[in-house]
């Protein structure tokens, strides 16, 4: 059988790994043990941190949101429970938006939110739980 030599494919790969391993410190960069080791730590952490990005720019919504609900006297909760009531359908990064963009927009959405009525299905279970 014939000798099978892999040392372009050794050398690829390894080249490979270095290149992602380029800009880390020390001998991250040049080691190839250490580099695959860190570039698979690195692969980990994008992989995790591409949904915690997704996360935290919800939570910068919600935190706008409610900065602009406690500037008109409302509480965030109340603000989002009274949008559902009056049957408004508008996600929380147009909300975000409009809260920072345009305030008068905002003031009129909260008025709607504030006098939002209980679908009386909610006071039907209410009664039935007594």
Same mark, same amino acid.
């Given at each position: 059988?014939?000798?099978?030599? $892999?040392?372009?494919? *050794? ?17 991250? *960069?040049?080691? +190839? ?11 980990? +952490? *994008? ?27 409302? $509480? +965030? *909760? ?24 345009? $305030? ?27």
């Amino acid at each position: 059988m014939v000798r099978v030599r $892999t040392a372009v494919a *050794s050398r690829k790969r390894k080249k490979r790994v270095l290149k992602a391993a380029k800009g880390q410190f020390g001998q991250r *960069s040049k080691r +190839y043990q250490q580099a695959r080791r860190s570039v698979a730590k690195g692969m980990a +952490y *994008s992989y995790r941190d591409r949904r915690v990005k997704k996360r935290e720019i919800k939570n910068i919504w919600v935190v706008r949101i409610n900065a602009a609900c406690r500037e008109n006297d409302i $509480t +965030y *909760s109340r603000f989002i429970n009274g949008l559902k009531n009056a049957e408004i359908e508008i996600n929380r990064k147009m909300l975000a938006e409009i809260a920072v963009d345009s $305030t008068l927009a905002f003031k009129k959405l909260i008025k709607i939110a504030k006098e939002a009525k209980v679908p009386e299905v909610k006071k039907v279970k209410a009664a039935k739980k007594e």
